[in-house]
């Protein structure tokens, strides 16, 4: 019996590894408000977007199946850091200890939040690469950076439908709700709008450093089968 081939290259394992940092940094980044052209926003902004970066390099490079492996990777290590950050936090502090107030603030994630934040995140993250993947298909290597503006503009929606009503649904009116929304789907689209032409020298860079350029032609688009490589 012939063995199946499940390595990865080092290039996609220290991609890998950043896609989680972006993450989790996104966690705890996401307790500082800021102001922006007069609407709030989250630390959280500075970071995220480039978890998208990351998704749509690995699909176009490396293919649906590498970036279904990296986006399932990236919500384990999310979901573990925040898990032990909330059982921290659930210890009672030492005597000497100050910061209890401090530290609730960060990692005392709201459950109702935490898990809006885990569905929009899985939801955003395959979508993005699905729109990424297909849309490969269908114009080869050419018009990247369409598929890139598309498939954050697809994968930030869906994420920000799924995850600001669930958060916020009956503390945020729903006009405030709408609008809060569409500017996160904006900037954050905008941001890859700006990056672009440094995520397209990354891209080529890549492609051929590894010698490869895969097309996901008769494969299985489900999210569920994590070691089909």
Not at 155 to 164: M, Q, V
């Given at each position: 019996m012939k063995a199946k081939n499940h390595s990865v290259s080092v290039l996609f394992m220290l991609f890998s590894i950043l896609f989680c940092v972006c993450l989790i940094a996104a966690n705890v980044f996401e307790t500082k408000q800021f102001a922006f052209f007069g609407h709030s926003q989250t630390g959280g902004l500075l970071v995220f977007p480039i978890s998208y970066i990351i998704?749509?390099?690995?699909?176009?490079?490396?293919?649906?199946?590498?970036?279904?492996?990296?986006?399932?990777?990236?919500?384990?290590?999310?979901?573990?850091?925040?898990?032990?950050?909330?059982?921290?936090?659930?210890?009672?502090?030492?005597?000497?200890?100050?910061?209890?107030?401090?530290?609730?603030?960060?990692?005392?994630?709201?459950?109702?939040?935490?898990?809006?934040?885990?569905?929009?995140?899985?939801?955003?993250?395959?979508?993005?690469?699905?729109?990424?993947?297909?849309?490969?298909?269908?114009?080869?290597?050419?018009?990247?950076?369409?598929?890139?503006?598309?498939?954050?503009?697809?994968?930030?929606?869906?994420?920000?439908?799924?995850?600001?009503?669930?958060?916020?649904?009956?503390?945020?009116?729903?006009?405030?709700?709408?609008?809060?929304?569409?500017?996160?789907v904006g900037l954050k689209t905008a941001y890859e709008i700006i990056v672009l032409p440094l995520t397209i020298r990354i891209v080529a860079w890549v492609k051929r450093h590894e010698q490869t350029d895969v097309y996901d032609n008769d494969i299985s688009y489900s999210i569920w089968k994590l070691f089909d490589l």
């Open positions: 998704n749509d390099v690995v699909c176009e490079v490396w293919g649906f199946k590498k970036a279904r492996l990296l986006i399932w990777t990236g919500f384990v290590m999310n979901f573990f850091f925040v898990a032990v950050g909330v059982l921290c936090d659930c210890l009672p502090g030492a005597a000497y200890w100050g910061n209890d107030e401090g530290f609730h603030a960060i990692f005392g994630l709201v459950p109702r939040i935490a898990c809006a934040s885990f569905a929009a995140f899985i939801s955003g993250s395959f979508v993005n690469a699905y729109v990424m993947s297909k849309m490969k298909i269908r114009h080869g290597q050419e018009r990247f950076s369409l598929r890139a503006i598309l498939s954050t503009v697809f994968g930030e929606t869906a994420d920000s439908i799924i995850f600001f009503p669930l958060a916020f649904w009956g503390i945020i009116p729903a006009g405030e709700l709408l609008l809060l929304m569409l500017v996160q």
